[in-house]
Structure formats: C-alpha cells, structure tokens
C-alpha cells in the first residue's frame, strides 16, 4: 500500500471539488475556503489578468432554494459599492449547473486572525470604526448583514476593512434600481425563503442577537447587527469589558444590551459614540459627571494645566517670600 | 475660536488676575486698581502679539518662544519704569506670555498654508 502525502491529498480534493470552468473566462488556482453554502476558490479571470475569489455552490439543491440565495447574495453585494464591502464583478451558472458569483480577491487576513497584531486600543478601534463605516452604509440601503464576526471582517494587507459573506442578509426595502430586490422586500418579513423564514434562525451564535436567535427575522432592524457589532467590538477588545477602559466597556454593554430599544439606535450610533472615545468626548452610553468632564479636560489639556499650575505656584512663592 | 482672540482673551484675563495678586501687598492698595488696569492691558497687548504671532507662524516651539520673549519684554518694560523688583515682575510675566504663546499654537485654526 502507498500512503499520499498531505500535498498530494490537497491536490486530489481541489480536483474533486473544482467547478468546470471551461466555458467561463476564469482559471482555477487555488481552493480558498469554505463558507455556508459554497466553496471559495481562487480563479485568474483571463479576459482582464486578475486575480479573483469565485463563490461556487457546492451542495445539494434540488429545490434551486440555495442557488437563488446565492445569487440573492451577489446581487445585493452588486448594490452595495462601498471601499468596505467586497465588490462583485460577475455571476453565472456554470456547465455542471452549479451557480457562482465572481469577486473581488482580498488578500488579507480576518479580524480574528488580525486581531492579534493590534497592539493598541485605539489600533483596535478605528478598525471597528471602518467596519461600523461599511455596516452603516449598508442599512443605509435597506440592507441587514446578521452574521457580523470577526471570521466575515477582512483586514487588506493596507489596513482596508471588508465586509464578508453577506449570504444571510436580509433586505428591509428593495434595493434602488433592482427590481428582483423589490420583489424580494415585498415577499414578506424575509425575502430569502428557506432557511431564512421567520422562526428560521441564522447567524452565528454568541454574535446574534437575542431577538436573532428567537427567529424573529420579520421584526429584525439595523439594532441586530448593532449588537453583532458590540459582540465584535468585545471581541476585538479581548473579550472581557472589565479589562478596558470604563467608557468603552460602558459602549459595548449598551450595544450588546439584550432589549433592542436599549441598544444604539443605529450603527452611526454606534460608531459614533467609539469616535468621541477616541476624541475624549463625552459618550452616550457613558452619562458624564463634573468629575469626569474635569478629568476628561486636564488629560486633553494636560501642558496648558501643568503651566497654569506652575504659574500660580510661582505666584504664590513670590507672594510668600517677596516684598516688593 | 480665532487665535487672536483666544491671546487677547487669555491675555486679558491672566494679566488682570496677575495685576490682582498685587493685593496680597498691602504697601500696593494705594495703586491696585492702576496696578490693575496696567496689568490687564499689558495682558492685552501681549495676547494680541503673541495671537497674530500664532496666525502668522505655525510652530509649537516658536509660539512658545515668541510668547515668553513678548512676556518677559513687556515685564521688563513695567519693572524698568519702577527701577526694582525686575525678578517679581518678570517670572510671572514670563510665565504668561509662555502659556499664551503655547495655548495660541495649540488651539484654534491653523495658519494658513503659505503659498508657492
């Protein structure tokens, strides 16, 4: 008997799992990874020489439910044109039947692998703040993501923030100019059939929201992502809210607060409250005191403070020990 | 807040509080309140100085300079005409025309870019 090599087994599975790419522009490279409904492979696209990620669907459909989620999914990443959302430039179906979309290539790292390379707070937090940017754009279009965490977060390797894997995403009103989309927001509570019926839960458990993991999907507003986002937000500041600074812990406890009229209004407000942090502004979630206002101005002002200070204890000398 | 302003008003008001301290002094209560009002203006003066300095020039470290220098000149200029106590006066004022000269660069809006 002979024994494969890991290599040689790698190679055999990409062989088995590769889409016939014949009758496309693309070139299979690589098998990229793995996502819900489909496999990510890595393609050349021959007609304009670049590199790009093909989402294949590779799992049983005979009901043609998952092929039209998929490209459900391409078409409302197609609207959304935004520096923090993978843009999508092609979909089909391929010779063997199978649907695909074709993206944009990002090569990156996810958030939770990046994570760990962030050394300072703020770091952290404008990357949260990117990514608060691309969410909040993308409900600004009627759209809710559901499953934001750090694996659906890419980081580019010059610190661009993309948001993943929108195949779960539910449309609040159709998209402009789409008229499938308008089809799908008139459906009901939820335009993505299967899977995604009210009483249907999807998204990622520890990152849904309560009213999420109820299956509520026809009440679901820009609140649910608001609290996958503050669920992120814990993440990316090491998951335990009492080892950071009160006023941040104080934003993901309002964020991640488990009735949603607690919780930020918006993803704007969200991302707002973490901006006046980094700002030393006074935050929503975080009410402000005399004490905390004089805190917050002698740590934003400390060189005038220290003169003022030396100042008045000359002045004070000067009096104690000089006649003039 | 403009940066000729924030000097006058910083100007203004540490120089009317540094004139203020003369009370302490009770051989002073004669002259306080011209004590007072030359103290203020000299605040005046030096916050303006120092403001359209801060305009003009967009350097932490020569605000900050250009600040203790108008200080100290309009303090010497104060203890020259009383012929004493140079080292009471000028400390202070000193002191003020720094914290104007660097609040001025800190704060406010930029200096314009210069143009090519």
Redesign the interface.
């Known amino acids: 008997m002979t024994w494969l090599s890991d290599a040689a087994l790698d190679r055999l599975r990409l062989a088995a799992e590769s889409p016939d790419l014949s009758a496309t522009r693309y070139r299979l490279l690589d098998r990229i990874g793995r996502g819900g409904m489909g496999v990510v492979f890595l393609a050349e696209d021959q007609s304009l020489g670049r590199r790009v990620a093909l989402k294949v669907l590779d799992l049983p459909d005979d009901s043609g439910d998952l092929a039209e989620r998929l490209v459900r999914e391409a078409r409302i990443l197609a609207q959304l044109e935004h520096p923090g959302i993978v843009p999508v430039h092609d979909a089909g179906t391929l010779p063997d039947g199978r649907v695909y979309y074709a993206m944009k290539f990002v090569e990156g790292r996810s958030l939770r692998e990046h994570a760990a390379a962030l050394e300072s707070v703020p770091d952290r937090l404008r990357i949260f703040e990117k990514l608060c940017d691309a969410v909040a754009f993308a409900h600004s279009r009627g759209v809710l993501h559901r499953d934001l965490k750090p694996e659906n977060v890419m980081i580019g390797p010059f610190g661009e923030v993309l948001v993943m894997d929108w195949g779960v995403a539910k449309l609040l009103r159709p998209l402009a100019g789409d008229s499938a989309s308008a089809a799908d927001a008139a459906a009901g509570s939820d335009p993505a059939r299967p899977g995604t019926r009210d009483g249907a839960v999807v998204g990622t458990a520890g990152y849904m929201s309560p009213e999420q993991s109820r299956g509520e999907s026809a009440t679901l507003d820009a609140r649910t992502d608001v609290y996958s986002l503050g669920m992120t937000l814990k993440f990316l500041l090491g998951g335990d809210p009492s080892q950071v600074p009160t006023p941040l812990a104080a934003v993901c406890a309002k964020a991640t607060s488990a009735e949603p009229a607690a919780r930020y209004a918006s993803v704007a407000d969200l991302a707002a409250d973490v901006a006046r942090f980094l700002d030393g502004l006074p935050l929503e979630a975080y009410p402000d005191t005399l004490f905390r206002r004089a805190g917050r101005f002698f740590r934003r002002n400390q060189?005038?403070v220290w003169?003022?200070v030396?100042?008045l204890f000359?002045?004070i000398l000067?009096?104690l020990f000089?006649?003039? | 807040m403009n940066k000729i302003l924030l000097g006058i008003i910083l100007g203004t008001v540490?120089g009317c509080f540094?004139g203020a301290?003369a009370w302490?002094?009770p051989?002073?209560h004669a002259q306080i309140v011209e004590i007072l009002i030359g103290s203020t203006i000299k605040g005046l003066i030096a916050g303006v100085l120092i403001g359209v300095f801060a305009r003009l020039v967009n350097s932490l470290a020569l605000g900050i300079a250009f600040g203790l220098a108008v200080g100290l000149f309009l303090a010497w200029i104060v203890a020259f005409l009383q012929h004493?106590?140079y080292?009471?006066i000028m400390?202070?004022g000193g002191?003020?025309g720094?914290?104007v000269g660097?609040?001025t660069q800190?704060f406010g809006p930029a200096a314009a870019a210069s143009r090519a």
Do not use: N
Request: charged share 20%; net charge neutral.
């Open positions: 060189v005038v003169l003022v030396a100042y000359v002045r000067l009096i000089s006649r003039p | 540490l540094d301290t302490f002094y051989e002073t004493a106590h080292f009471e400390l202070p002191l003020v720094l914290i660097y609040a800190r």
